[in-house]
């Protein structure tokens, strides 16, 4: 299993490379002078792209937000164990962890990303009308090392007038990002939840990292956006 500063690098392919990424595996060879094959190989199934870069081309490997395998999946469901009761017109702030994806770049254009955890999907809402979400519960993060989580922090704000017990929340993935902080540890940008009633919540990412006070080395091009969350929670 790759280290942090192994799986979030710089490469240039000069002959043959293989990363051994928890439960993924890259495979990058070189054909010719100009031409790469990289075979991400995720459960038993790979993809295979070609590549046309040169031996001293840089790949970088980035962190990125949980996505769906060969699903069309923008949304995160995360359980929280056990649930919490927010008293009426209170406020709290959720500290979790969330699995990392890594994604192959080209200068900034991603070519491939290849799930470093275990995936699993839920449907948020009724069969015929709700959202397929790539499903995080503390099973799935028991399985995670500390390279493929990320800390996301969430600040909750119930304006009801009654209390609401937060089991699940549904976050738009197509909203986050991973930053690497300068002791390597990965951190999302910070989401903000409003409940309006017991069934109604509202889901917006911010374009900040969860922790503040931190050094970075990496960080991501954050896209605010938000959800409404019809269903409960």
Same mark, same amino acid.
């Given at each position: 299993?790759?280290?942090?500063?192994?799986?979030?690098?710089?490469?240039?392919?000069?002959?043959?490379?293989?990363?051994?990424?928890?439960?993924?595996?890259?495979?990058?060879?070189?054909?010719?002078?100009?031409?790469?094959?990289?075979?991400?190989?995720?459960?038993?199934?790979?993809?295979?792209? $070609?590549?046309? %870069?040169?031996?001293?081309? #840089? &790949?970088?490997?980035?962190?990125?937000?949980?996505?769906? *395998? /060969?699903?069309? +999946?923008?949304?995160? $469901?995360?359980? %929280?164990?056990?649930?919490? #009761? &927010?008293?009426?017109?209170?406020?709290?702030?959720?500290? *979790? /962890?969330?699995? +990392?994806?890594?994604?192959?770049?080209?200068?900034?254009?991603?070519?491939?990303?290849?799930?470093?955890?275990?995936?699993?999907?839920? *449907?948020?809402?009724?069969?015929?009308?709700?959202?397929?979400?790539?499903?995080?519960?503390?099973?799935?993060?028991?399985?995670?090392?500390?390279?493929?989580?990320?800390?996301?922090?969430?600040?909750?704000?119930?304006?009801?007038?009654?209390?609401?017990?937060?089991?699940?929340?549904?976050?738009?993935?197509?909203?986050?990002?991973?930053?690497?902080?300068?002791?390597?540890?990965?951190?999302?940008?910070?989401?903000?939840?409003?409940?309006?009633?017991?069934?109604?919540?509202?889901?917006?990412?911010?374009?900040?990292?969860?922790?503040?006070?931190?050094?970075?080395?990496?960080?991501?091009?954050?896209?605010?956006?938000?959800?409404?969350?019809?269903?409960?929670?």
């Amino acid at each position: 299993m790759a280290g942090r500063e192994l799986i979030y690098s710089e490469l240039t392919i000069q002959d043959k490379v293989e990363l051994d990424l928890h439960i993924s595996k890259i495979l990058f060879m070189r054909i010719n002078d100009h031409l790469v094959e990289v075979n991400a190989i995720y459960d038993n199934k790979s993809e295979t792209i $070609m590549l046309n %870069i040169n031996r001293d081309d #840089i &790949i970088y490997l980035r962190p990125e937000p949980p996505s769906g *395998l /060969k699903v069309n +999946v923008n949304k995160v $469901m995360v359980l %929280i164990t056990g649930g919490i #009761i &927010i008293p009426p017109t209170r406020s709290l702030t959720l500290d *979790l /962890k969330i699995p +990392v994806d890594v994604g192959i770049y080209l200068g900034n254009t991603l070519v491939l990303k290849t799930p470093l955890s275990r995936v699993k999907y839920s *449907l948020y809402g009724p069969p015929n009308i709700g959202v397929l979400c790539r499903y995080v519960n503390g099973k799935i993060l028991s399985t995670s090392t500390p390279e493929t989580t990320g800390i996301i922090r969430i600040d909750v704000n119930n304006l009801s007038s009654e209390n609401i017990k937060l089991n699940k929340l549904v976050l738009p993935s197509e909203g986050l990002g991973v930053y690497i902080a300068e002791d390597g540890k990965l951190v999302f940008n910070r989401v903000r939840v409003r409940v309006h009633d017991s069934i109604k919540a509202e889901v917006e990412t911010d374009d900040a990292p969860s922790l503040n006070g931190v050094g970075y080395k990496y960080s991501p091009l954050i896209k605010k956006a938000s959800y409404l969350m019809l269903y409960g929670y």
